[in-house]
């Protein structure tokens, strides 16, 4: 990429300009202090807590496993194998912990934690981030934030009250890449005027989660927590009491994607969809919603998709205005630009890598590539690339590990986490009434 870059451009721009101007190079000048981190050591020792060491804790843990100057104190999980599992894993690594199976017990008890890790299902995240904020630590809580408006409202709540930093695991917040997006939609104008964007999140069929054979939990313990057995506890995301459904879970971080680019909160929804292949499960395994968006006088249609029977074009997001599109995603390898044949070409269109897709020629949208006169990358440049080449999750922890000791923006605050709370939520309503539903005035307020 340097080699080819570093080539000499067309139009009397100079090598520097042609760079600062490109939609390889762009997004490095002016993304925000979202990413400006990594460059000083940790001070002091954060001495953090996960309360939920399933999945999605134990990637966030294997990240935090990367992260200088984070220790693990404590692990809490209601399930003993998930308790015993993750402390292992963390013994490995030199970070001995004690295991709880109730994190009220864990707060009284571990009274020096800095910060706490949830990686619960979606409907205990309310009290448990409430607590955890309350008891003076700082929380990294997953999304989605909760399960019902009231929960979410709480959470932003008792951040308020405690002055304690809440950040939401809608992890794209901290990509580079959607940073760059950001950058060459809004500032740059590259797309012109968005008309429609487009969202997808396509699964294959899902094969019931199970357990191993004599770890199941008793039927008391299951009860005290809330579960009438282990596959209601194991596959929660199915049940309307513990999950927002496949909207919440998958939609709410594309549905995020849209109000953070587009900059703005819809004002109505249509949605169809239904519970048609699943027997054993309560929430609709299709969703198909159309918002609309008020941005700048105009309205802005935006298409979401969530189907959980084929994984038919995976996930993706796209923006398209009256001059060209962008297709962007969590996976890199889905990073494009297309130009309207009647818009005027950019000037830096010539040096960028193109590929073809979807039978059109596309720019690949990349990011690290801004270049030095002397044709090397600029510090700046080595670092945005490094940044990127990162795991989506642990830019996400580094940004909420930086707020903590240096007072640096959250990417995902919980006003914002609320928002796209009520944007899916009010979906899946929609989907209920079979006709589109209005955003109250105030909807978006706490
Ligand atoms: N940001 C992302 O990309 C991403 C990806 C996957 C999951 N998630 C989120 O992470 C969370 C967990 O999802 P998962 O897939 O890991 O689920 P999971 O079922 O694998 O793990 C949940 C864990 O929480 C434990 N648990 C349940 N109730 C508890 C309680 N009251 N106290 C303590 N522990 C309890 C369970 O024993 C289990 O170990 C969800 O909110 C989900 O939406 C986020």
Redesign the pocket.
């Known amino acids: 990429m340097t080699t080819r870059n570093a080539n000499t451009t067309d139009g009397g721009l100079t090598r520097r300009a042609f760079m600062q101007s490109t939609a390889a190079g762009a997004g490095l000048l002016l993304a925000p202090a979202l990413w400006a981190q990594e460059s000083q050591p940790a001070a002091t020792e954060l001495r953090i807590a996960l309360?939920?060491?399933?999945?999605?804790?134990?990637?966030l843990l294997t990240q935090c496993l990367k992260i200088a100057g984070v220790r693990f104190a404590a692990v809490?999980?209601?399930?003993p194998y998930?308790q015993r599992y993750s402390a292992n894993i963390l013994k490995k690594y030199d970070q001995p912990v004690k295991v709880y199976?109730d994190?009220q017990e864990m707060l009284a008890k571990e009274t020096d934690l800095d910060a706490v890790i949830i990686?619960?299902?979606?409907w205990?995240?309310a009290e448990?981030a409430a607590a955890c904020l309350r008891a003076g630590r700082h929380v990294y809580c997953?999304?989605?934030m909760a399960n019902n408006l009231d929960g979410a409202r709480r959470m932003v709540q008792a951040a308020r009250e405690t002055g304690k930093l809440l950040q939401i695991?809608?992890?794209r917040r901290s990509n580079p890449r959607y940073g760059q997006a950001i950058k060459l939609i809004r500032k740059d104008k590259i797309l012109g005027r968005i008309t429609h964007v487009y969202g997808q999140w396509n699964r294959a069929e899902r094969l019931e989660?199970g357990w191993p054979k004599g770890e199941e939990m008793d039927a008391a313990t299951l009860k005290r927590?809330?579960y009438d057995s282990m596959e209601r506890?194991?596959n929660?995301?199915w049940y309307r009491q513990y999950?927002g459904g496949p909207m919440a879970?998958l939609g709410s971080?594309q549905v995020d994607v849209f109000n953070w680019i587009l900059d703005a909160r819809p004002q109505s929804v249509l949605a169809g969809g239904g519970h048609d292949y699943y027997e054993n499960s309560e929430w609709y395994d299709n969703v198909m919603a159309v918002y609309e968006y008020p941005v700048e006088g105009k309205i802005v249609r935006g298409f979401y998709q969530v189907l959980s029977t084929t994984s038919h074009g995976g996930f993706y997001e796209t923006f398209m205005g009256d001059q060209g599109s962008m297709v962007i995603s969590e996976d890199p390898r889905k990073g494009f630009i297309f130009r309207e044949v009647a818009a005027p070409k950019r000037e830096w269109e010539d040096e960028a890598k193109k590929v073809e897709t979807m039978g059109k020629e596309a720019i690949e949208l990349k990011v690290g590539e801004t270049l030095a006169p002397d044709g090397t990358k600029t510090p700046e440049a080595q670092r945005m690339l490094e940044e990127s080449q990162k795991p989506?999750?642990q830019l996400h922890l580094e940004n909420f590990f930086r707020a903590i000791r240096e007072g640096t923006p959250l990417s995902c605050p919980p006003e914002v986490a609320y928002e796209t709370a009520v944007s899916v939520l009010l979906a899946n309503e929609a989907v209920a009434a079979r006709r589109q539903l209005e955003f109250p005035a105030d909807a978006f307020q706490v």
């Not at 309360?51 to 990637?59: C, D, E, K, L």
């Open positions: 309360i939920g060491a399933g999945s999605q804790g134990r990637n809490c999980d209601i399930w998930h199976a994190y990686a619960t299902p979606d205990v995240h448990q997953e999304k989605e695991g809608h992890q989660v927590h809330g506890f194991c929660w995301r999950s879970d971080h989506v999750h």
